[in-house]
Nanobody, 122 residues
Framework: VQLQASGGGLVHPGVSLRLSCVVS????????VGWWRQAPGKEREFVAA????????HYADSAQGRVIISKDDRRNAVDLQMNGLQPEDTAVYYC????????????????WGQGTLVTVSS
């Protein structure tokens, strides 16, 4: 399974940004795709995940109401729409995939792509 994340950049506080994760390879090996982020000097933290079927999603408490995760079947991609970004959202954002949707509750997902840097600064 290969994952390619894109869409990061430097943005001002309050604006929106859409990250994209294109998935390829053995789709039978995955049930879910999720987004994590890692800020400088901090541990990697879960943001949101969605079933590959698109039938269910889950958000971290900190992401509720500001973030929307969605699946694009045409592109085999999972997008992360982030609204009202703040400097504390500055981090490297990673997408990952796993055979177990609920695994984010107790471990990192199995397959990882490279990260995309989001910097929120005035």
């Amino acid at each position: 399974v290969q994952l390619q994340a894109s869409g990061g950049g430097l943005v001002h506080p309050g604006v929106s940004l859409r990250l994209s994760c294109v998935v390829s390879g053995d789709f039978d090996a995955i049930i879910a795709v999720g987004w994590w982020r890692q800020a400088p000097g901090k541990e990697r933290e879960f943001v949101a995940a969605i079933r590959w079927s698109g039938t269910a999603s889950h958000y971290a408490d900190s992401a509720q109401g500001r973030v929307i995760i969605s699946k694009d079947d045409r592109r085999n991609a999972v997008d992360l729409q982030m609204n009202g970004l703040q400097p504390e959202d500055t981090a490297v954002y990673y997408c990952a995939a796993d055979p177990d949707f609920g695994a984010f509750r107790f471990r990192l997902y199995k397959y990882w792509g490279q990260g995309t840097l989001v910097t929120v600064s005035s």
